[in-house]
């Protein structure tokens, strides 16, 4: 029976095969990406590029599961991105940086300029905002000092990007070798801005709306797949 009669919905779940090619191919070319950057980024190499597609298909299922990261109770969600980005979910690894991982999870708490509490606020506060605006601030949030990880903050940043883009059905942003300069060069300038600074005030507004534009313009459908899965059964 094809699945039409079956009255099965389709619902949109990230190509995860399309975003590993496609961070394979920003891998290749990043040297030569690199050279272009005002400030050098770190080498992506095979490991980072796995790391980054676990953290996809984590992003991925936290949206088919309806968890809001951003919520008291579920902000571990947050951390867990992260904890994915540094060392996938190797339980070797994990173990290996375990203390890393706790003074980063108490960062994450505690800290009260740039921590979650902040960025919670922050998205209460800008909750009625373009879904474009909302994730480039965040995205602001996350990397301007105090940063919100102790590392990682950037492929971070992108997954939770990702993250709200996905919860209204738009395709999630994936690193490539013609956006990459783009990308890299605001973030320079955001990661050099203190929260509770005048360059916050009268400098980022204007980052925020271009790279709000920039997510916007990179938008791609070929990072989602639509799958077919049938609604739970009803009881009777």
């Given at each position: 029976m094809c699945r039409s009669?079956?009255?099965?919905?389709?619902?949109?779940?990230?190509?995860?095969?399309a975003i590993e090619a496609c961070l394979h191919r920003t891998r290749m070319a990043f040297d030569a990406i690199n050279a272009r950057l005002r400030v050098r980024r770190d080498r992506l190499d095979d490991e980072v590029v796995g790391n980054m597609v676990e953290g996809y298909a984590y992003v991925d299922a936290l949206v088919r599961d309806g968890i809001?990261?951003?919520?008291l109770g579920s902000l571990k969600g947050l951390?867990?991105?992260?904890?994915?980005?540094?060392?996938?979910?190797?339980?070797?690894r994990r173990r290996r940086y375990s203390s890393h991982l706790k003074v980063t999870e108490r960062h994450f708490y505690e800290e009260r300029e740039g921590g979650v509490q902040?960025?919670?606020?922050?998205?209460?506060?800008?909750?009625?905002?373009?879904?474009?605006?909302?994730?480039?601030?965040?995205?602001?949030?996350?990397l301007s000092k105090p940063q919100l990880f102790l590392e990682g903050n950037h492929?971070?940043?992108?997954?939770?990007?990702?993250?709200?883009?996905?919860?209204e059905g738009?395709?999630?942003f994936v690193l490539t070798p013609e956006n990459a300069s783009t990308y890299f060069d605001p973030s320079s300038v955001i990661t050099d801005t203190r929260k509770k600074s005048l360059s916050m005030v009268f400098k980022i507004p204007a980052v925020k709306k271009r790279l709000?534009?920039?997510?916007?313009?990179?938008?791609?459908?070929?990072?989602?797949?639509?799958?077919?899965?049938?609604?739970?059964?009803?009881?009777r």
């Open positions: 009669a079956l009255s099965i919905p389709p619902r949109s779940r990230f190509d995860l095969q809001n990261i951003f919520a951390l867990e991105i992260n904890r994915l980005v540094l060392c996938g979910s190797s339980e070797n902040d960025l919670v606020e922050w998205m209460e506060d800008h909750a009625r905002d373009d879904v474009w605006e909302r994730a480039a601030g965040v995205y602001i949030r996350i492929r971070s940043g992108t997954l939770v990007i990702s993250y709200i883009l996905a919860r738009l395709p999630p709000a534009a920039f997510l916007r313009q990179q938008s791609d459908p070929e990072f989602l797949a639509t799958v077919f899965v049938p609604d739970p059964p009803t009881g």
